[in-house]
T-cell receptor, first 118, second 111 residues
Framework: GAVVSQHPSRVICKSGTSVKIECRSL??????MFWYRQFPKQSLMLMAT?????????EQGVEKDKFLINHASLTLSTLTVTSAHPEDSSFYIC??????????????FGPGTRLTVL | RKEVEQDPGPFNVPEGATVAFNCTYS??????FFWYRQDCRKEPKLLMS???SGNEDGRFTAQLNRASQYISLLIRDSKLSDSATYLC????????????FGDGTTLTVKP
């Protein structure tokens, strides 16, 4: 089956620093990847849609200058949380669709990155 | 009103029980539907897609009612390992591929 990896799996940083999270599709190509955030006991909230070779599409209320997304290749998207603050502490999950199966909307999720900002 | 709403739960059932979850969606133009399972502090994993004709996978049965705009998940003969949060997922636009998640329903199966 399709595999999506994320790195790092866990990060603890000081307030004000920037954190980069990588999302890779390991055995398929993904023109589109999605970044979600999940707070404890809440559901996944879509932050942005990452498009290979173009700008990301952000959901309402998500600051594009704070959450920088780069999708430089068909297998890699990165999310950078700039000037992180404690309220950014959350579980960040990426997902990808296999472009070979455009009629199938199944998304394959990465294992998530747990960010803690002190 | 939320775009996707699920039974709030939690559901606490004994092993062997049958349990059903419902999920309603607001956009009648919704294209595709899924049930995902999420274990504590883990990523969601696809449990099953939901087709118009209804579909079954072992102990799991999913159904879609477009007229009433809801989908359901039935779990028969519950196992301890079924304990998890079940997420209803709806795609409103096939091309965009964006998915909207329900808040999830937590199931705990007890011995």
């Amino acid at each position: 089956g399709a595999v999506v990896s994320q790195h790092p799996s866990r990060v603890i940083c000081k307030s004000g620093t920037s954190v980069k999270i990588e999302c890779r599709s390991l055995d398929f190509q993904a023109t589109t990847m999605f970044w979600y955030r999940q707070f404890p006991k809440q559901s996944l909230m879509l932050m942005a849609t990452s498009n290979e070779g173009s700008k990301a599409t952000y959901e309402q209320g998500v600051e594009k200058d704070k959450f920088l997304i780069n999708h430089a290749s068909l297998t890699l998207s990165t999310l950078t949380v700039t000037s992180a603050h404690p309220e950014d502490s959350s579980f960040y999950i990426c997902s990808a669709r296999d472009q070979a199966y455009t009629s199938n909307n199944e998304q394959f999720f990465g294992p998530g990155t747990r960010l803690t900002v002190l | 009103r939320k775009e996707v709403e699920q039974d709030p739960g939690p559901f606490n059932v004994p092993e062997g029980a049958t349990v059903a979850f419902n999920c309603t969606y607001s956009n009648s133009a919704s294209q595709s539907f899924f049930w995902y399972r999420q274990d504590c502090r883990k990523e969601p994993k696809l449990l099953m897609s939901v087709y118009s004709s209804g579909n079954e996978d072992g102990r799991f049965t999913a159904q879609l009612n477009r007229a009433s705009q809801y989908i359901s998940l039935l779990i028969r003969d519950s196992k301890l390992s079924d304990s998890a949060t079940y997420l209803c997922v709806v795609n409103f636009n096939t091309n965009a591929g964006k998915s909207t998640f329900g808040d999830g329903t937590t199931l705990t199966v007890k011995p």
